[in-house]
Every structure is written in C-alpha cells, then in structure tokens.
C-alpha cells in the first residue's frame, strides 16, 4: 500500500473517533451545513456536472449511466430534502434494543453505535456523494468515498462542500475523504485494508459488485443489481395493473427498481396484452416476449438471456404464465432479491405471494419504483442491500450502525 494513501486511511480512522463521539447536535449542525453550502454553491456544482455529462457522452456511456449521473433540479431539490429529512430523524447512537437484569444482578443493556469507517464504491450518480456523506455523519461514521471517474468532477465538488461543513460544525473534516485514483488497482488495494475499513459497500453495475465481491477483505454489503418483476394476476383490476406496469417500466428505467419483467396470468392475455404493449410502443420501449406473448402482440422473441438481464433501459421482457405458482417459479429461478410486485384483488393470492417470495420487498398493488429510502421514510440511502445480513432493503441511519453490550455491575465474579 502507498504511503500516501495510508496516511490519508491514517486520517480517516482518527476522524472516525471524534464523529463517533460528536453529539446529535454537532452533526446536525454539520448536516445543516451541508444544505447551506448546496445551495450557495448550486450553480457551480450544476457547472461542473455539466463537464462530467460532457465527458460521458463523448466516452460513448450507456443512457442509462448518463441519466444517472445527470444533475437537474428536481434531483438537486431531492439531494437537499435528503439532507434535511436526515437531520429531523432521530439519532439511532445511543439506542437502546433491550435491557435486562441477570439472576446474579449483572445489568444488560444492547446499544446501538457506529459501525466505524465505511467505504462507499459507486458508479455515476454524483448524489450518492452527499447521501453517503450525510448518512455517515449523522450515524457517527467516518466515509471514504470512490466514485467512478465519470461523475469526478462532481463529486468532488460535493466532496469538498462535506469537509467544509464538518469544519465549520468543529468537527474533523477527515470523517469524510473522497479518493480519486480511478484505476481498478487503487481499488483493489483499498479492498485489502481491513486495518482502517470496517465495512465495504458497492454501488453500480454487476461488473463492479463482482469485482468487489472478489477482491474485498473486508465485509461488505451489496446494493447488487435490481432484475424486478411484476405479475399481473387472473384476479387483477386491469386498468390499475396497467398503471402500475407502464409506471415500473417506464417512469425512470435506469435504476435498480425499475421493472424488467413482465408475468401475466394467461386468462387475462387477451385484455391486458393490446393495451399495455400500445402503451409501452408510444413510450418507446423495445418488448421482448415468450412465445405466448408473441402471439397476442407483434413483439420481438425473447430468448433464455432475456429472463436474467436488468436491462436499465427502456427494454422489457414479457412471460404469460399459467397460474400463481408458474409465476413464483419464474421469480424464485430469475430473481435478484431486490423488489417484486403482484396486482391483484384476490386477498388470499396477495398474502400467499407475500409469503413465498424472497425478496427486499414485496409489493401488492403498487409500483416497484417505490423501493427507495426517501419514499421509505428514511430520508437518503446509502444503497439497497439485495442480501440478508446484516440487513436487508434501503439502507437508512439504523442500518449503519451496529450493537454492543453495555454491563453494569457490583462486583459480581464467575464461578
């Protein structure tokens, strides 16, 4: 390892000492901060992404990427709620999960503290810099952040508005580093340094959360990818699964709780089918079906692969299935564990779909773009765990902090 870059893992660790120890009000106040210099400095932060979308599309960047890494102000507006939803949430260091008294007097408590220093590897999306940063100060963490070179001009902006704001609330602007070597190597090496990192988490494509996977010493928590799925039940409302399944396809088909798959339930077809691929045509999105689906509209022939791609684009796969369990089935063998939906009216086909699939979260009735730590209620996210330990879903303040006992005694001794 560099001696630079240890030194800057060096400062990290220190700096993780002080923000595990800030009061809720001093990173509060360094959150509020944050929200100051957003704004004052907007317009040169919308310069420099400019640069970055700049740089994308002459590096030839899927769509799909540069939507992501593209900054608008809805998005802008959305990175400040993020912030400020943070800062009106209650403080989870310091919480209490349970307490008990032993028969031999001993007192018991299970807290919740930081976790440490957190390592965050993402692709694109410059505002996973600010969610990130401000997920980990206000849970008592210390940050390292590795964006993809793509977004670096952004990200460094942003960055620095971090350390300012850590500065200005009198804390150690190192809680907050963003390293920006963007060679694969450099990565690799900071996967190894289980001295100054206490968990990875890697956000972006398959390539990157492989990649991670295999080379991380250190324990990590994948945001893996999203291959959703929608079932259109024999039971459904049509004009409502119709809502929902252009909603899951098309309002922004770049993220990981976008739909790709299609199921619907084969005596329904016939209605849904006509209706829903007109829709999707208008829209521009490319349908690729079985067989079955062929039949009832002019779409292209999927093949296996089709059943196992997150497309992030304006592509869907579409399967008619015979019934509930062919439906599970497919979802069960072609699942990512991210989000799946059922439309239906029938109370117990809705609780039984709810029970056997294994997934982040499950839905009835209701679109799987929901899938989202603001639309959650938890304010910004830091990723959605697609695993089962140590959580699982959209990743809020909790999720970023661990346990530990707290014993009073009087003097008691083992026997």
Not at 47 to 74: C, P
Not at 193 to 216: C, M, Q
Not at 321 to 327: G, K, P, R, T
Request: glycine share 6%; charged share 25%.
């Amino acid at each position: 390892m560099e001696i630079d870059m240890e030194r800057s893992l060096e400062k990290v660790k220190a700096a993780s000492r002080i923000i595990m120890n800030a009061t809720a009000s001093q990173k509060n106040d360094a959150l509020m901060n944050i929200v100051m210099l957003l704004k004052e400095h907007r317009e040169q932060i919308y310069a420099k992404n400019i640069k970055d979308v700049e740089y994308a599309k002459s590096s030839g960047l899927q769509t799909a990427m540069i939507d992501r890494l593209t900054l608008d102000d809805k998005r802008f507006e959305s990175m400040l709620n993020g912030v400020l939803n943070i800062v009106n949430q209650n403080d989870p260091v310091g919480n209490i999960d349970e307490g008990f008294k032993r028969p031999n007097d001993l007192i018991i408590y299970k807290t919740r503290v930081p976790i440490g220093v957190i390592g965050i590897i993402y692709e694109s999306r410059p505002n996973v810099t600010i969610d990130a940063a401000a997920l980990c100060i206000k849970s008592g963490n210390a940050s390292i952040l590795k964006g993809g070179k793509e977004s670096a001009n952004t990200n460094r902006i942003l960055s620095n508005i971090t350390r300012e704001a850590l500065m200005n609330a009198g804390l150690d602007k190192n809680a907050v580093l963003l390293f920006e070597d963007p060679e694969r190597l450099y990565i690799s090496k900071l996967l190894k340094a289980k001295s100054y990192i206490d968990l990875i988490i890697p956000r972006g494509g398959e390539g990157l959360i492989n990649f991670v996977t295999e080379n991380s010493l250190i324990p990590i928590v994948k945001h893996d990818k999203g291959l959703c799925h929608t079932y259109i039940d024999v039971d459904a409302d049509i004009d409502k699964a119709i809502s929902i399944a252009y909603n899951a396809k098309v309002n922004r088909p770049g993220v990981c709780n976008a739909m790709e798959t299609l199921l619907i339930n084969v005596n329904i077809a016939g209605e849904v089918l006509p209706k829903l691929t007109s829709l999707y045509n208008k829209a521009g999105v490319e349908i690729r079906g079985c067989e079955l689906t062929c039949k009832y509209a002019h779409v292209t022939q999927a093949d296996k692969k089709d059943w196992d791609t997150e497309y992030l684009d304006l592509i869907i796969s579409i399967k008619i299935v015979s019934s509930l369990e062919d439906a599970m089935d497919h979802i069960y063998k072609h699942g990512s564990g991210h989000s799946e939906a059922i439309i239906t009216d029938n109370y117990t086909t809705a609780q039984r779909f709810l029970q056997y699939i294994d997934a982040a979260a499950v839905y009835v009735n209701a679109s799987t773009r929901f899938t989202d730590g603001a639309e959650f209620g938890l304010g910004a996210e830091i990723g959605i765990s697609t695993q089962k330990l140590h959580c699982r879903g959209p990743m809020g303040l909790k999720d970023l902090t661990t346990t530990k006992y707290i014993v009073y005694g009087s003097g008691q001794i083992r026997e």
